[in-house]
């Protein structure tokens, strides 16, 4: 089976053939999903020595891992000011440190295994309210004064007007650190490194259960695997499979378009080629492909069933930007499920000694997704020191669990949309 239709399939780099589970057969961990979480601990696992079997339903990077923005962070979703407040500065240092870990561990994975992915340098967080832009100033001084980190730089509204070609934003941060690529060929970089080192992948495998035993059998339809060490990676995909930490994350939907080659007017739109994202609380987010289209995420959908037209419910946020645009011709809309926490930071922890889980990375799955199949593999070789700094963090379920979660999370959502549009 393919992957669901999107720029980033039609610009994929070429990947083995699909080779589904058939039969037993035993691994020292047994990992589930080939996103970025599974890839990275599956390539720092067998890295160690261990030997290691990932199952993936689909596709490798079938979920959010190969349909995101592509927008490289550093440091954790939430800024450091709230981590601080709600955690205090020791805490919130420590997560800093990782978060920034997570930017450079991208980078170098990309740079130690040549994965071609259009890896280019820079993000703006732009102001969408006046508001927004003090908070920037402020953001920028205390990063430098308190973490020593220089590489943000405030943007004042006739700035942020000579980098982005629009009307609406009344200043930013450029951060040098940020930076954007190819999602998917991300994943598939991975999975090849990971494939050098040993690791086995079955795609079109889908797990229908584990067994809570020492060591453990996963089982799909066809074969099943014998395993010292579990691993979940599934994050918006984890459906059924695992009730117990289900009702921690919400999957959502979100939708991204990509216009036809723009030419010589692309660079016109972001001048120095970084990726954007503003500060709504349903965001914009856009960047420029390597084939000079510009790639423009956003909108608002509070069901669950998805617009009848994917490219005109996201034509509409794009030209409210860029309005330049509205000749352009969109030649790709696609949607795809990312996985939020009620604190929008992720959900790290252990179901059994030996059985281990990462999800909920709302929004910034690219760099801590990768750090965190790092995190498991010291984990499940005795140095779970760093993990558990992760794994700390509270994360309460959804009101409702799995099943009345939905309607809270709409009501909430219509609530913080309607900020956005508020002076």
Not at 376 to 389: S, T, V, Y
């Amino acid at each position: 089976m393919p992957w669901p239709a999107s720029y980033y399939a039609a610009t994929a780099n070429k990947a083995p053939p699909v080779t589904p589970l058939e039969g037993g057969i035993r691994a020292d961990v047994c990992i589930i999903g080939a996103g970025y979480t599974g890839l990275s601990a599956a390539l720092h696992l067998a890295e160690r020595g261990f030997s290691v079997v990932v199952l993936e339903a689909e596709r490798i990077g079938w979920g959010a891992s190969g349909r995101n923005g592509g927008q490289l962070g550093i440091g954790q979703r939430k800024d450091q000011r709230s981590l601080e407040e709600r955690l205090g500065k020791e805490w919130a240092r420590r997560l800093w440190d990782l978060g920034v870990e997570s930017n450079a561990l991208v980078k170098e994975l990309i740079a130690r295994h040549a994965i071609a992915c259009d890896l280019k340098p820079g993000l703006i967080h732009a102001a969408w309210k006046k508001s927004d832009a003090d908070w920037h100033r402020s953001e920028v001084e205390h990063m430098a004064s308190e973490y020593g980190y220089t590489k943000m730089r405030y943007l004042t509204r006739e700035e942020i007007r000579e980098t982005i070609a629009s009307d609406c934003y009344h200043g930013g941060i450029y951060d040098e650190e940020g930076a954007h690529l190819h999602p998917l060929n991300y994943a598939l970089g991975l999975a090849r490194a990971a494939r050098a080192k040993g690791v086995v992948i079955h795609e079109e495998s889908r797990v229908t259960g584990i067994s809570r035993t020492d060591p453990a059998t996963v089982k799909t339809a066809k074969g099943s695997v014998r395993a010292a060490h579990v691993v979940l990676a599934c994050n918006a995909y984890l459906g059924a499979l695992e009730p117990r930490v289900a009702g921690a994350i919400m999957p959502i939907n979100n939708f991204i378009i990509a216009t036809e080659p723009l030419g010589d007017e692309a660079r016109a739109l972001i001048r120095n080629d970084a990726c954007v994202q503003d500060t709504k609380f349903v965001i914009d987010y856009y960047r420029l492909s390597a084939d000079g289209r510009l790639l423009f995420g956003g909108g608002e959908s509070y069901s669950p069933n998805l617009p009848k037209d994917l490219a005109a419910f996201v034509r509409k946020p794009m030209l409210r930007v860029f309005p330049q645009l509205k000749d352009k011709r969109i030649d790709y809309a696609w949607s795809g499920s990312v996985a939020i926490t009620l604190k929008r930071m992720p959900h790290f922890g252990r179901l059994e000694p030996n059985i281990v889980f990462a999800h909920g990375y709302s929004g910034q799955g690219i760099n801590i997704a990768t750090l965190g199949g790092k995190l498991i593999a010291e984990a499940i070789a005795g140095q779970a020191g760093r993990f558990d700094i992760m794994a700390r963090l509270d994360t309460p379920k959804f009101p409702g669990g799995t099943w009345l979660r939905y309607p809270g999370l709409v009501a909430g959502m219509i609530f913080y949309a309607m900020k956005d549009r508020l002076p």
